[in-house]
C-alpha cells in the first residue's frame, strides 16, 4: 500500500489499469487491486471516471482522527468485477512498460536456497501428542429388572479410556 501510494503522489492523476496492472501475474494484479481498495476505504485514494468513461486515480489526504471520531467523515468501498479474462483484456489495453506497480520477486524455491534457510519445526500443540484415544462405554453387570434409575446409575462412572 505505501508503494502505492508513493506512485499516486508522485504522478497525481494515473488511469486505474496502469496503477494496477502487472504484465506477469495475474495473482499480483488482483494484490493491487486490494491494495487499492484500502486506500479507497481510508480515504487515502479516489477513484472518477472521466468524460471518456476512463477510471482515474488521485491521492487525497487522509481524514484526521478528530474526524473520524466526530462522524463527519464516512468511509467508502468500491464493487470491482474482475476475473482472469478482464486482466487479459487489461493487459491489451496497457502498454508494455507503463505499468506503475513494481513486479515482486517470487521467492527462489530451489534446494540449494532451502538448504541455506534456517528451519524451524512445527510443533504440533495439543494434549495427547498425536496419540488418538477413543472412548469406550464399560457396563459392568447391567441389571434385568429394566429399571431405569438402575441403568442410568450403573452407566454413570463407568466410561474408561483406553
Keep these: 500500500m505505501a ?7 508522485k504522478n497525481r492523476i494515473v488511469h486505474l489499469e496502469n496503477l494496477i ?7 499480483q494484479t488482483v494484490e493491487n487491486l486490494f491494495a487499492l481498495s484500502f486506500l479507497v476505504k481510508d480515504g487515502r485514494a479516489e ?19 478528530n474526524s473520524v471520531q466526530a462522524g463527519d467523515v464516512s468511509y467508502s468501498h468500491f464493487i470491482f468485477r474482475f476475473d ?7 493487459l491489451s489495453s496497457v502498454a ?6 513494481p513486479n515482486r520477486k517470487a ?47 450403573t452407566r454413570k462412572g463407568k466410561r474408561k479410556l483406553l
Excluded at 21 to 27: E, H, I, L, P
Design 47 to 65: 477513484i472518477k471516471v472521466d468524460e471518456k468513461g476512463s477510471h482515474l486515480v488521485t491521492p487525497k489526504n487522509a481524514p484526521g482522527a
Design 107 to 153: 521467492m527462489n524455491t530451489s534446494r540449494s536456497t532451502q538448504a541455506s534457510l534456517p528451519t524451524t519445526p512445527i510443533r504440533k500443540l495439543c494434549r495427547n501428542r498425536g496419540l488418538v484415544m477413543q472412548e469406550h462405554i464399560v457396563i459392568e453387570d447391567f441389571p434385568q429388572t429394566g429399571d431405569l434409575t438402575e441403568v442410568a446409575a
Design 21 to 27: 496492472s502487472n504484465r506477469d501475474s495475474f495473482a
Design 3 to 9: 508503494t502505492m501510494f508513493d506512485i499516486l503522489r
Design 84 to 90: 482472469f479474462r478482464d486482466w487479459k483484456l487489461m
Design 96 to 101: 508494455v512498460g507503463e505499468e506503475l506497480m
